[in-house]
């Protein structure tokens, strides 16, 4: 069986003829289906929404020999204008006269070529969900002198966002010729009491040098009327959504009023959560550089705690409600004692709890470095204090601030219970990580997204949003990306591999003992997102 991450679906030996297909209506979406009867058992089973659904012919691995004829996957459906524009025009690809592109091998990416979103199988188990891959198509819907392309960035500052920005402005331009694209200035409240600014490469040429967006950004604000009104009365063909999933539910409920009307408008999102919590692609921008630049402050207070007498390091990163940059920043330091995050419930008092094994350590190396995620512990952290179920403009929960309750309780507690002296040090990089420009990675990677952006609407895609998925860049529906959330699994080996390098407690592990939790609330632990403010 091929487990490459990206399969062709158009090599003649291994599919079915597109004239042996047929096409069925199945409620509002589409289905293609060979005609073969265990094509229908198969979509029995389905419970995905907009899929194209590809039964293969019998193959027989060379070197496994097994029979696949029950291999089938599923293609998950991408919007395009021609679904409610069916007579729109298109045209050749400029990228055919482009000179970066003279030498490319295939320049253009086939419309059936595919990426998988699960690539390690069972050798019996379906294939399962794919997504078209991105890069650039043979047609285009749009004349290069033609479109009016705008660019908006929405949430919380993010490394990276003007890497983006840089990237779609010099994409549009150097590879489609297009010149007139703006800059929607304060989010989405800019498109109706906000100007514009003229995006051209000179003005963009070294923003990706600095932090921060040159746009400037907002939370809320996602009026839908007004804006696509303002989209139309403008005369904008291509919107860029730059944000977090709060924005690109923004930027869906866009395509679907553009949709409603009947506009040949592009809309394209480019998910930015610093937190790396959008479900489907591999990891968000920016990700990469907070993990880097969350090392200065663990080792700063590694420092700190290291040159005094029973010392306590508190570093509190962000981390709402997934806890990825606490734990990946744990696992490149390797000067971390325990790693605190949203979705392991954790104790301070008792047998196996947080006060315990700070303890111990202090006993066995004189001191002890925590990293929290700002998500953690919000339940304990409400009980202690006066709250107030407070939301942002985003609709975000206003946490407390876990990392002052906890240096709060460690003094507490080993003061006056335990009567020991502690030096406790509290660091909060939060604001110095996200206001710095995006590192190489990150750099690289935004490129990607921006032109993988910039060649889905320019071959007449909407709604979509972009993004690596087992390392293969693709294109997703947006409605996809907002469904849930990506958080720590904690029976996944990632979790494993920090408890095994902090030795610290597997608090879930005591709760289970102590409470006899069973098997479905430990499957409830891995699905949970945090409800408390």
């Not at 979509?43 to 019998?58: A, D, G, M, R």
């Not at 869906?252 to 959560?273: D, H, M, W």
């Not at 709760?511 to 632990?525: C, F, G």
Request: aromatic share 8%; hydrophobic share 35%; glycine share 8%.
């Amino acid at each position: 069986m091929d487990l490459s991450v990206s399969y062709s679906l158009s090599k003649p030996s291994s599919l079915l003829p597109l004239s042996r297909i047929t096409h069925t209506s199945l409620s509002s979406h589409t289905y293609f289906t060979p005609f073969s009867s265990h094509s229908s058992k198969f979509i029995k089973k389905l419970s995905y929404k907009p899929l194209i659904v590809i039964k293969k012919q019998q193959i027989k691995a060379a070197q496994s020999g097994i029979d696949n004829d029950e291999d089938a996957f599923i293609t998950d459906n991408v919007p395009h204008l021609t679904d409610f524009l069916p007579d729109l025009q298109s045209y050749p690809n400029p990228l055919k006269k482009s000179p970066a592109y003279a030498i490319v091998k295939e320049t253009f990416v086939s419309p059936q070529d595919v990426v998988a979103q699960k690539i390690v199988l069972q050798k019996d188990s379906p294939r399962g969900v794919h997504f078209p891959r991105a890069g650039p198509r043979e047609k285009v819907y749009f004349k290069s002198e033609e479109v009016r392309a705008c660019i908006v960035t929405c949430g919380g500052l993010c490394p990276g966002i003007n890497t983006v920005i840089r990237e779609i402005v010099c994409g549009l331009n150097f590879m489609y010729g297009v010149d007139d694209i703006l800059g929607i200035e304060g989010g989405y409240r800019g498109f109706y009491s906000k100007n514009t600014k003229k995006l051209t490469p000179k003005i963009v040429d070294d923003i990706h040098k600095r932090g921060g967006t040159i746009l400037q950004t907002s939370r809320g604000g996602s009026d839908t009327n007004k804006i696509v009104d303002n989209i139309q009365d403008r005369g904008i063909n291509q919107v860029y959504i730059i944000g977090g999933d709060g924005t690109q539910r923004g930027a869906n409920a866009i395509y679907k009023e553009v949709e409603k009307r009947g506009l040949q408008v592009a809309v394209a999102g480019i998910p930015k959560t610093i937190d790396n919590d959008i479900a489907v692609i591999d990891k968000s921008f920016g990700f990469d550089t907070a993990v880097e630049e969350a090392q200065r402050a663990i080792n700063a207070a590694h420092v700190e705690v290291e040159s005094v007498e029973n010392g306590v390091g508190i570093v509190k990163l962000m981390g709402r409600y997934s806890g990825f940059i606490a734990l990946y920043a744990t696992l490149a330091s390797r000067d971390v004692d325990c790693c605190l995050i949203p979705e392991s419930p954790f104790y301070l008092e008792g047998p196996g709890g947080l006060f315990e094994f700070v303890e111990q350590r202090l006993k066995d190396n004189s001191h002890v470095v925590i990293v929290v995620a700002e998500g953690a512990g919000q339940e304990f952290v409400a009980q202690t204090m006066q709250s107030i179920d407070e939301k942002d403009a985003s609709g975000n929960r206003l946490l407390l601030d876990v990392g002052q309750w906890l240096t709060q309780k460690f003094k507490d507690h080993f003061t006056k219970v335990r009567k020991m002296t502690i030096n406790l040090k509290y660091i909060d990089p939060t604001y110095m990580i996200r206001a710095i420009p995006s590192n190489a990675s990150d750099n690289i990677y935004c490129t990607l997204l921006a032109q993988s952006a910039v060649h889905g609407a320019m071959a007449g895609y909407t709604g979509f949003t972009v993004g690596p998925v087992n390392s293969r860049h693709a294109y997703i529906p947006i409605s996809r990306v907002t469904e849930t959330q990506n958080v720590v699994k904690l029976t996944d080996r990632s979790w494993a591999r920090l408890l095994a390098s902090t030795n610290q407690p597997s608090f879930v592990q005591h709760n289970i003992e102590r409470e006899k939790v069973d098997k479905d609330t430990i499957d409830a632990i891995n699905d949970m997102r945090i409800t408390s403010i």
